[in-house]
């Protein structure tokens, strides 16, 4: 079993939709999460941190659930600028104490008009 | 963009060659991050350094090494390179000392291709 999984779509949506991509973890003791967005042979932008009270920055919205070891993203009004590869990014300690941070493959978001 | 920038942007190495990368991070930022993207996957942890000092590794095998400087710019090195070598290396750096924020800043990447 992957450390960090995303379903990779894609997720063909029409512009104002609302979607949502989960992202599931397999090592309970990770300590931090993220969501990236990365376009189309771009390198990949910090989105926005997850917390487990849940963080909303204006469409977006993500949200940690410890007890089920995933993290969500939703996007609401979906527009055409929001096409992209979303990745879920975990950060965890390995066996050796020091820190590790595992992507998910990433999901990718087609919004059409 | 975000002040972090890599060299070369395309490189192409033969099998069994060796290459260096190198990355110059956003100004104040003493951590830096190296990743592996092969077409169509999330990024790979390879490893980060801090302070000069290597701070993390992902599962990459020891052919894989990397130098941080004084100036915190930072270079990874790929010994026998294979053909699945073949990837998007990435450079991240973060902000100082910002706990468990892990911002990361990621630069153009340089595309390697092994023949």
């Known amino acids: 079993r992957k450390e960090v999984e995303q379903d990779p779509g894609p997720f063909n949506v029409p512009e104002g939709a609302t979607v949502a991509f989960n992202c599931t973890y397999s090592?309970?003791?990770?300590?931090?999460f993220f969501w990236y967005r990365q376009d189309c042979r771009k390198e990949p932008k910090l989105l926005m941190s997850v917390y487990s009270s849940g963080n909303e920055d204006g469409r977006f919205t993500a949200q940690l659930n410890r007890a089920s070891q995933y993290i969500s993203l939703l996007i609401r009004d979906s527009k055409l600028s929001d096409s992209a590869t979303y990745l879920c990014v975990v950060i965890g300690v390995r066996d050796t104490g020091r820190r590790a941070l595992t992507f998910g493959s990433g999901t990718r978001l087609q919004v059409q008009p | 963009e975000t002040g972090v920038t890599q060299s070369p942007t395309h490189l192409i190495k033969t099998r069994g060659q060796q290459v260096t990368l190198r990355c110059s991070s956003q100004s104040g930022h003493n951590t830096v991050s190296w990743y592996q993207q092969a077409l169509g996957q999330g990024p790979q942890f390879i490893f980060q350094y801090y302070r000069e000092e290597e701070n993390g590794r992902g599962n990459f095998p020891p052919r894989f090494s990397g130098l941080q400087f004084p100036n915190y710019s930072s270079e990874l090195n790929v010994n026998a390179l294979e053909l699945d070598d073949s990837a998007l290396y990435l450079c991240?750096?973060?902000?100082?000392?910002?706990?468990?924020?892990?911002?990361?800043?990621f630069g153009p990447g340089t595309r390697l291709t092994v023949t």
């Open positions: 991240a750096s973060s902000p100082p000392d910002l706990p468990d924020s892990y911002e990361q800043y």
């Open positions: 090592n309970s003791a990770s300590q931090s």
